[in-house]
């Protein structure tokens, strides 16, 4: 089976300058831009920049997925837009995490399957994802709480038992 990765990131309620989209089009050679969006697939290789990097200094929100059953969902929250005291209970070591980059909270849910999906296309599926963005910073943590149940399933349920949420 071939290796399929695909990148996007998109701007919620702005647009990117002309130097930012001509520094995110310098990133890779595979990559499209757009003032509201990047999109990067590879197949046989691989991105060369850090994609929580990119989200803190140029968009929102970001979308990973590879045929072998990897997902990253991430959102970046400018400090103060989202309660990120309210979201820490949700959290659950490699599944789901925030942390604070540059003078920003990046929330990332990666949930991996090792038995892959097989050839993935998602182009423009990370639109689909943007509101959830909006209903977190308003406090609807319905997403965490469904993102948290399912990390349970991933990993060992003792690890977790003590985590009341």
């Not at 970001?62 to 309210?86: C, E, I, Q, T, V």
Request: contains cysteine.
């Amino acid at each position: 089976m071939s290796e399929y990765q695909y990148f996007e990131w998109q701007t919620a309620g702005r647009l990117l300058t002309e130097a930012e989209q001509s520094a995110v089009n310098r990133l890779s050679s595979h990559i499209e831009v757009s003032p509201s969006q990047a999109v990067v697939t590879y197949a046989f290789g691989d991105f060369k920049h850090d994609p929580k990097k990119v989200l803190a200094q140029y968009f929102d929100a970001h979308l990973y997925m590879a045929n072998w059953g990897s997902r990253r969902l991430m959102f970046r929250f400018p400090n103060g837009l989202a309660d990120s005291k309210a979201m820490e209970p949700y959290c659950l070591k490699e599944f789901i995490s925030l942390k604070t980059v540059r003078d920003c909270q990046i929330l990332a849910i990666e949930l991996d399957e090792e038995e892959g999906v097989g050839w993935v296309e998602a182009k423009g599926l990370l639109s689909s994802f943007t509101h959830l963005r909006e209903d977190l910073a308003r406090g609807d943590y319905r997403l965490l709480y469904l993102a948290w149940l399912k990390a349970i399933t991933l990993t060992n349920p003792l690890e977790v038992a003590d985590r009341p949420v």
